[in-house]
């Protein structure tokens, strides 16, 4: 069965900090996709990063960063420099090929104080 | 082009009264999802249409859930019964098709309160 866990339950930054949020997931399949997305205060999930698992090419988009190492089932999410628009809560989500669901972890919620 | 829109965005009931909360995917995404989301709690999971059809209705908490699509577009889930325990917001996302390659589109969510 597929699990994702973020240990992180909340995490509070001073702006211009770096922060990780991690990701450990569970599959028994070989070919899955991770994701992360971001759920701002306005509630709306915002879709971050897709990852599948013949990729295992780390990611860097501006601020944000992701490690994906399949030798230890995770996949974080690294913010540099952190900003207050970055406050919010960080979903990281797994999907298995042959299933159709996508399992979320219960989120990491992240406070960027000025 | 317009993203997902989900109605209404608050929705306040009694208990034991019938809801419907409706979703309106993106415009030629086959793959529609609903989930819930209980107050700081992560997504569950509820069930998946590809096209017109659900070939996944294991995540219905109970037999008072059911939902449907028609016209491969707009989908509409229904609760009967409701009880204080439904209380959530309900996301709808789309996706361009079933295949799990690609990414979910969410709407803004229904906040259902069962008083």
């Known amino acids: 069965a597929q699990k994702v866990t973020q240990a992180q339950t909340e995490i509070s930054v001073v702006e211009k900090e770096d922060v990780t949020l991690d990701c450990v997931y569970e599959?028994?399949?070989?070919?899955?996709?991770l994701f992360w997305y971001k759920q701002p205060p306005s509630g709306e999930l915002v879709f971050l990063i897709r990852?599948?698992?013949?990729?295992?090419q780390n990611e860097i988009s501006g601020r944000y960063s992701w490690n994906f190492q399949k030798s230890t089932s995770s996949f974080n999410f690294t913010i540099t420099a952190s900003q207050v628009v970055d406050s919010a809560v960080y979903f990281c989500?797994?999907?298995?090929?042959?299933?159709?669901?996508?399992?979320f972890g219960a989120g990491t919620r992240l406070t960027v104080k000025p | 082009g317009a993203g997902v829109s989900q109605s209404p965005s608050n929705k306040v009931t009694e208990k034991g009264k019938d809801v419907e909360l409706r979703c309106d995917p993106i415009?030629?995404?086959?793959?529609l999802y609903w989930y819930r989301q209980s107050l700081g709690q992560g997504l569950e999971f509820l069930i998946y249409?590809?096209?017109?059809?659900?070939?996944?209705k294991s995540g219905l908490p109970s037999d008072r859930f059911s939902a449907e699509r028609t016209g491969g577009s707009v989908s509409t889930l229904t609760i009967q019964r409701t009880q204080q325990e439904d209380s959530a917001v309900y996301l709808c996302?789309?996706?361009?098709?079933?295949?799990?390659?690609?990414?979910?589109?969410f709407g803004p969510g229904t906040r259902l309160t069962v008083t």
């Open positions: 996302a789309s996706s361009l098709t079933g295949v799990n390659a690609y990414e979910q589109y």
């Open positions: 599959t028994r399949d070989t070919t899955y996709y």
């Open positions: 990852r599948n698992s013949f990729d295992e």
């Open positions: 989500a797994l999907s298995e090929a042959r299933v159709n669901d996508m399992r």
């Open positions: 415009s030629g995404h086959t793959a």
């Open positions: 249409f590809q096209g017109n059809s659900a070939p996944d």
